[in-house]
């Protein structure tokens, strides 16, 4: 889909509208989902073979006569995984579907003779076919871990649903078996062995059956995604890094978050002229762009239309966090998506900032207070720290992190103290009237990427728990008034999400819906940084800064914070392995923009 609009210059611009929902797809995606849903009630309720809604159920695919329970359930639980794929037009979903529906049709038709079926099986397989160039999505890149979380998925899914298929005969049941001997029937089961629970008739059969064909598609699908061609987790390439490096050099004082670009956990695609480029990761299906376009802004268009027809290529759901304003206006011009403001930036002109004056009296005292109890400060670039401190600081920062996850993604570089980030600030505090703990007299740390020559972003809070509280102002404080000797102008903060619903929301003459949309935020804030962040940065009276998220639709919207919220380690579904398990060789550890909870709350 296309238009017409007009560009800055008043010419018209074609737009090549972002990869919309096909209707081909989500219609049959819908309908093998409800066929799936019917087959595995066919097969699980026994009542439900003897309702109006059976006649109806019994002819469509799955439903094989005296099979019925058992090949339901299979062919039910295929479709329903195969649903989501279709949707989204993968091609192997597609591939699985045109076998598995014709083999549907061969068993109506040799089984019950049912005409009925075998069309029915047809009114879904001839759009499969007549459609199929639109079912071209690539698969997603996964590893093999992805085997051990269906294996552990599935296999939950199946006991649930085998205890439910295992109760569903209480008329049938010999005796009066306990919720223990019907879970050891249903384990048995799963492994094609009989349990201790005993039916009359041909039910003992039909259920023995069910549980093996929910032990067989667990046993399938795992082996296949533990055999499949690993592809590897994005990261970027030696080339592409000094490929992204110049570029910085040349236009990294356009964003603020451009440094974050060069995190090594994202992929990258360039654009045509190789001048501009988007870096992003893919997240539960959403390819997560953040922050503006790499480079020369005339040619952004070009690296949008390739991450566009990256995204389109596996169908994933397009999405950009954290972008400028005037990132969003090239986004939504170039693709037809929208944009919504996601929250505010907090920026301090170093020529501006002075702790005299009221508004920073609390800040004044705080770091008055602390620098009385003995800490001290330093503010130095990372080529200038010898390699003995340098690693105690990484070591610190490691162990004095607040959680479990790493968090950071958009908005954090992923490492400290990487010989080709020398450019990089760091500041320290340190206490010398103490005895050295295992980090010496350090006590808190405060890590910034270069922002073009002149500036400088904030990327890592950390700090001994047992040091003073203030830390962070402390080193904020500290690194604005070194800001002048090391030809910084210009320093960027936290992020601070929905900032002008914060502030909007506590004035004089809010309207309801502005004060219930703070309240849920202030109550949110329990569990996220929202207020605590925005408080923690209005103490340096900044200059505020928009912040945009790009989307499709607003149907997209829950998914893609979803994707945001694992990317940025809110939400972690892999399976934690313990730490001597992992790959020392794996990219180094990203670390937060944000400060943890605890430090903001602490300061």
Known sequence: MSSEVPSRSGRARRIVRGPRPEAVPALVGRACAVVGVLDIAAGVFPRFRHSRMHAIAEVLPGSLGPFAAALSLSVGVLLLLLAHG?????????????????????????????????????????????????????????????????????????????????????????????????????????????????????????????????GLITAVTTIYLAFRPEHPAAHLTEQDETQLRALLEKHGARDSLGHFALRRDKAVVFSPSGKAAVTYRVVSGVMLASGDPIGDVEAWPGAIERFMDEAKAHSWTPAVMGCSETGGEVWTRETGLDALELGDEAVVDVADFSLAGRAMRNVRQ??????????????????????????????????????????????????????????????????????????????????????GTDGVSLDLMRRDRSADPGMNELLIVAALQAAPKLGVTRISLNFAM??????????????????????????????????????????????????????????????????????????????PLPRFLRRTTAPARPCTHQATERDVRAA
């Not at 993968?90 to 549907?104: C, E, F, Y």
């Not at 879970?183 to 008739?201: A, I, Q, S, W």
């Open 86 to 214: 279709l949707k989204r037009r993968k091609r192997r979903a597609w591939r699985a579907a045109v076998v598995l529906l014709p083999a549907g049709a061969v068993s109506q038709f040799v089984y019950r003779h049912s005409v009925i079926g075998v069309l029915i099986s047809l009114a879904l397989f001839v759009p499969l076919v007549i459609h199929r160039d639109e079912f071209r999505a690539l698969p997603d890149p996964r590893s093999r871990w992805r085997a051990l979380a269906n294996f552990v998925l599935m296999g939950a899914g199946s006991l649930a649903l085998g205890l439910v298929i295992v109760s569903a005969h209480p008329k049938r049941t010999i005796g009066d078996p306990s919720l223990a001997d019907r879970l050891t029937h249903v384990l048995y089961g799963l492994f094609g062995f009989e349990g201790p629970v005993d039916y009359e008739g041909s039910t003992s059969w039909t259920v023995a059956f069910s549980l093996g064909a929910l």
């Open 366 to 451: 705080m770091v008055k207070r602390i620098e009385r109890a003995g800490y001290e400060t330093r503010v130095r670039r990372i080529r200038d720290l010898g390699d003995a401190e340098l690693e105690r600081i990484r070591r610190a920062a490691e162990d004095w992190r607040g959680t479990d996850t790493e968090r950071g993604f958009s908005m954090a570089l992923g490492r400290i103290g990487d010989p080709s980030d020398g450019d990089c600030l760091i500041a320290t505090a340190h206490k010398t009237d103490e005895e050295p703990g295992p980090y010496g007299d350090l006590k808190a740390i405060l890590h910034f990427v270069p922002w």
């Open 498 to 575: 929905f900032r002008s619903a914060l502030a909007r929301g506590e004035k004089i003459g809010a309207g309801p819906v502005l004060r219930a949309w703070r309240g849920l935020l202030v109550f949110l804030s329990r569990w996220f940084q929202i207020e605590s962040l925005y408080k923690f940065n209005a103490k340096f009276q900044p200059r505020w800064e928009p912040r945009f998220v790009v989307y499709r639709a607003p149907g997209d919207l829950p998914r893609i914070g979803f994707a945001a919220m694992q990317a940025e380690g809110f939400v972690n579904l892999a399976l």
